[in-house]
């Protein structure tokens, strides 16, 4: 099935270092989510995109919309040891109900 | 204020075997889905249901079937458990297509197929 590519897979990073993620489609998406996944638990939504171009923040978290509407873009500004855990993305095409899932990326902070 | 759960948070079968993945939201959504989680796989789209009394399959739909009881709740049944089975099933509610109608997640069922 259709999956985005999402990279980098993992990433250890030094606490206090900005962190960048990206995720690229075949296929124009009208919506573009990020998630956060902490170990035994669910994805949590950190962000929403919804127009190619858009950059929306949440705190330390900062995401763009791509202007081809192929492919989002996730910052992490300042990282902390409770920014562990799974990251991805999400897409959604017009017309549809249903929401692609990239294959995530696992992030480490060293304090 | 609940949102998204799911029941049971473990479970495991022996091949052959069958058994019913509960799902309820009070979010008042329109939308519900399923999802498979694996290792290195992402999180993959077994079934979903964009309004009270239909059903469509996802991408993995085989060996699986839905009910969509009422607005609140939507089961995932396995009629005879295999291995390949085995994986984290998350549900998910949306207010149902269009803007602004992002996915919340409940916190997964575990199961293990022996």
């Known amino acids: 099935g259709q999956q985005l590519n999402q990279s980098p897979q993992s990433m250890f990073i030094q606490e206090g270092e900005d962190v960048s993620m990206n995720c690229t489609s075949s296929s124009i998406f009208n919506t573009w989510l990020w998630y956060k996944q902490d170990p035994g638990e669910g994805p949590v939504l950190l962000i929403a995109?919804?127009?190619?171009?858009e950059l929306t923040s949440n705190g330390r978290l900062t995401a763009q919309f791509g202007i081809t509407r192929k492919d989002s873009f996730l910052n992490i500004s300042a990282s902390i040891p409770s920014d562990v855990g799974i990251y991805f993305c999400a897409g959604q095409t017009s017309g549809t109900y249903k929401y692609i899932f990239g294959t995530g990326t696992r992030l480490k902070v060293l304090a | 204020n609940a949102g998204v759960t799911q029941t049971p948070k473990f479970q495991v079968l022996k091949t052959g075997q069958s058994m019913t993945l509960q799902c309820a939201q009070d979010m008042n959504h329109n939308s519900m889905y399923w999802y498979r989680q694996d290792p290195g796989m992402g999180l993959r789209l077994i079934y979903y249901s964009a309004s009270e009394g239909t059903t469509d399959k996802g991408e993995v739909p085989n060996g699986y079937n839905v009910s969509r009881l009422n607005k609140r709740e939507f089961s995932l049944r396995l009629e005879s458990a295999a291995p390949s089975q085995t994986s984290v099933y998350f549900c998910?509610?949306?207010?149902?297509?269009?803007?602004?109608?992002?996915?919340?997640f409940g916190n997964g069922t575990r199961l293990t197929v022996t």
């Open positions: 995109l919804y127009k190619a171009g």
């Open positions: 998910a509610s949306s207010l149902g297509g269009g803007y602004n109608s992002p996915l919340h």
